[in-house]
């Protein structure tokens, strides 16, 4: 398999090159593409390195030329940060100017996001289309995941959305049970970012009320929602709820503290000194701290099923609704535990949903269903009716200051700020 990645001179690729050197991937090409070909050459030789070290058989090389980069390829991650850490630490700050959390994925930085990326994406995915193999996946980790995989899929394009919280939950649960991960099999669902674990299974039995009883202050600890929260639920909140569920104490803690994006481009900058030592061979230490905890094992995994090497397994994924929450229209994009195969993801049942997490699904998915018309057609008035309609903001006095904040922010980014 050719697998060309998109966003290549990212510190996380290492990561991702581990895992394809370390599960045993039958990758024999690997292509790592970025403009940015100083900082390419230096996680290319790294990546090259680690591949080398495990002496897996596979060619590994690196190109600033999307279209050369893509051509022939099986499957394409991608993984872009469309404006840097430079822009996600203007969409971590402003919004908290107007009492609201700035937050790189939801909210109104979150939305700033997507109207940078969007755009770019599509524009990528096209030439991919031209040049990739006929019937090549395209698996998005570029955030916001739901909101870009909708925008992918509507373009026709063959596409999946993937996120590691789920994997990261799989994992943790394990650790708990003492089983293998491969057994937990987890009642994942929501939106991207927007998800709960409403059960984990090992061998048809539902393990979660015995992880709740038993360590119930260390995985709300984990999650960073009130312990009372999650027993009440009787599901596991993924983190990013925390923004939901404690929104305004989070706008307390970050008024005038660095920004986690400050913080990870101190990390990316060690991160590009350490992988410049040619005696280095393995990913190090402080990569951990970068996030994105198992995305290699996710994205491995599921390009993996994608090509029929391995049915059997279920991943946490981005796909249409297809009456699956029947709540939301057929052509929504949600995120739910599926097994996947050469067909794509095949979605596994979902108990009914309670009135509260159903509310929640349904109206962050009106935010984001405008979310995507303005990152789409642009325009003032749409940038602000999406951010009146997300539930973190849905104020006037809050959304018409931080429309002007996210215009003004993104003029220098795309087209779409007029």
Not at 143 to 153: E, F, K, M, Q, S
Not at 359 to 370: K, R, S
Request: one cysteine or more.
């Amino acid at each position: 398999m050719k697998i060309a990645v998109i966003g290549g001179g990212s510190t996380y690729t290492p990561e991702l090159v581990d895992g394809f050197a370390r599960l045993g991937s039958t990758v024999s090409e690997l292509v790592l593409i970025d403009p940015a070909a100083e900082r390419l050459d230096v996680v290319g030789a790294f990546s090259a390195r680690i591949l080398s070290a495990y002496g897996h058989p596979g060619r590994i090389s690196w190109t600033s030329d999307l279209d050369a980069g893509v051509t022939d390829a099986d499957a394409v991650v991608i993984q872009l940060r469309v404006g840097g850490q430079r822009a996600r630490i203007t969409d971590e700050t402003f919004p908290l100017e107007c009492g609201c959390v700035g937050q790189e994925t939801t909210g109104a930085g979150g939305l700033a996001k997507a109207l940078r990326t969007v755009p770019v994406i599509l524009d990528v995915a096209d030439r991919v289309r031209k040049r990739a193999k006929p019937g090549a996946w395209i698996v998005d980790f570029t955030n916001p995941v739901g909101i870009v995989t909708r925008a992918l899929l509507d373009a026709g394009h063959r596409a999946v959305g993937l996120c590691n919280v789920a994997i990261g939950f799989q994992r943790r649960f394990a650790g708990y049970l003492g089983v293998d991960p491969s057994t937990v099999v987890l009642d994942h669902v929501g939106l991207n970012h927007l998800t709960w674990e409403r059960a984990a299974y090992v061998d048809g039995v539902d393990r979660l009320p015995e992880l709740l009883g038993a360590h119930l202050a260390e995985i709300s600890g984990e999650v960073d929602i009130a312990a009372e929260i999650v027993a009440m639920l009787g599901a596991v909140p993924s983190y990013y709820l925390s923004y939901f569920y404690a929104h305004d104490r989070h706008v307390r803690e970050s008024r005038g503290t660095p920004t986690r994006g400050q913080r990870v481009a101190e990390i990316e900058a060690t991160l590009l000194d350490m992988y410049r030592d040619t005696t280095l061979v393995e990913k190090p230490a402080l990569l951990g701290e970068r996030g994105g905890a198992y995305y290699s094992e996710a994205a491995v995994g599921l390009i993996a099923s994608l090509a029929g090497l391995d049915d059997d397994a279920v991943h946490s994924v981005n796909v249409r609704n297809d009456g699956i929450l029947p709540f939301l229209p057929a052509d929504a994009v949600i995120e739910v535990s599926a097994r996947a195969t050469v067909d794509g993801p095949a979605p596994l049942p979902v108990t009914p949903l309670p009135p509260d997490l159903a509310g929640l699904i349904t109206h962050t998915w009106g935010y984001e269903e405008l979310a995507l018309d303005a990152a789409l057609r642009g325009g003032r008035d749409r940038v602000y009716r999406a951010l009146l309609a997300h539930p973190l903001i849905g104020q006037h006095e809050k959304a018409g200051p931080l429309t002007d904040k996210l215009v003004a922010a993104g003029r220098h980014h795309l087209a779409w700020a007029r």
